[in-house]
């Protein structure tokens, strides 16, 4: 089977202000070396922000009990020094103050040419690598994912809220994103060679500083032999994000084994799907970017299922998959849940909730 992997981001949250933490050097210093189930830590573009890598995974049930058991031992760490660790897209409250950026030559390099943007980077998501043999590889699957991003975005809406206000959307971390240079549904590729010319273009411009400053749904790593699908926020439980990683890798592994599509969507229907993905999460109609039309989020799920059918039935996770999202769509996503906690008890509740559901 293909092997895969997850990097999430959490942020620390102080639990009587509701609002992004800043630990002291000696409490981000230990944060930061904590290891657990194979998975370390690193820090991110926020003070208030750690990510982890988890290990290398083959079996859906490896990689649940990694990251289980990594989310466990946050949760304890946090709570130890003061503070909730939160697995949201946006914060629901931030300070009115520009955030703390992280230490390091990289970091306040963004900082200093995004400005503004930067300083209200309050945004988390999961992302995940699936292992490809070589770029000319990763280059085909990067193409048949186009397609079915905006539906990992839908099923993997988890930020409503946004300085203490309902946005209206179930991803605001993906309508953020929207502002910064090169973002959203990657272009379709021609082939290896016109993937390589175009990104010798992007990265010969001032606003991409490297590589890993590539924001689109989808990349190709240049640290790891994989593919890199970056839509979804972070998901309030370890299940949802294990849930979403194989779903990629049957995108990935569908991508591969079948025949290429004879058409790819226009970008701007893809633009229209993404957008609306983020709009309405799975309680609304979403987009079809393929025919152009309007469809229902069961219909657009039932179309997923089916394109993914086989790569799941050899890898063993039908099942899994299958009553994964239909729990998706019973119970709602992260953004439907965070709403159905703030009608019942405010941010605190919301917060609460939250970490309490952080090892699920």
């Known amino acids: 089977m293909r092997t895969f992997g997850i990097e999430e981001e959490f942020f620390i949250v102080d639990p009587l202000s509701g609002l992004p933490g800043t630990p002291s050097a000696t409490a981000r210093t230990e944060l930061l070396a904590l290891t657990a189930g194979g998975t370390g830590t690193r820090g991110e573009f926020l003070v208030c922000q750690l990510e982890s890598n988890s290990p290398i995974c083959t079996e859906r049930g490896e990689a649940l009990a990694t990251a289980q058991t990594y989310r466990k031992a946050l949760a304890r760490a946090a709570k130890d020094l003061g503070f909730h660790a ?17 230490s390091g030559d990289r970091y306040r390099a963004i900082s200093s040419l995004y400005g503004e943007l930067a300083a209200e980077h309050y945004i988390s998501g999961l992302h995940v690598h699936v292992n490809v043999e070589d770029t ?18 839908a099923c993997g809406s988890n930020s409503p809220y946004w300085r203490g206000t309902d946005t209206g959307f179930a991803s605001w971390r993906n309508i953020h994103y929207r502002r910064w240079a090169l ?19 992007v990265l010969g411009a001032d606003v991409v500083l490297d590589s890993g400053h590539v924001r689109w749904g989808a990349r190709l790593s240049t640290m790891y032999p994989t593919i890199e699908v970056r839509v979804a926020d972070a998901q309030l439980s370890a299940s949802n994000s294990i849930l979403l990683a194989l779903v990629v890798r049957s995108l990935v592994d569908t991508s591969l084994n079948g025949a290429p599509p004879r058409l790819q969507p226009m970008p701007e229907a893809l633009d229209l799907a ?7 999460g799975l309680r609304g109609n979403n987009f079809d970017p393929f025919d152009g039309t309007k469809t229902s989020a069961s219909r657009m799920l039932h179309s997923l299922m089916e394109h993914i059918s086989d790569a799941l039935e050899r890898n063993g996770d039908y099942e899994y998959v299958s009553s994964g999202i239909s729990r998706i769509q019973e119970q709602g996503t992260g953004a439907f849940i965070q709403r159905r906690n703030f009608r019942n008890g405010g941010f605190s509740e919301v917060l609460a909730k939250a970490a309490a559901a952080i090892a699920t």
Do not use: C, H
């Open 86 to 102: 939160v697995a949201l897209g946006t914060p629901p409250r931030i300070s009115d103050a520009p955030a703390t950026v992280s």
């Open 136 to 153: 000319e590889t990763g280059v085909i699957a990067l193409n048949g994912l186009r397609r079915w991003l905006p539906a990992l975005t």
């Open 183 to 201: 973002q959203g549904i990657p272009p379709y590729f021609a082939d290896m060679q016109d993937y390589e010319e175009r990104m010798k273009l």
């Open 274 to 280: 993404q957008w609306q993905a983020a709009k309405f």
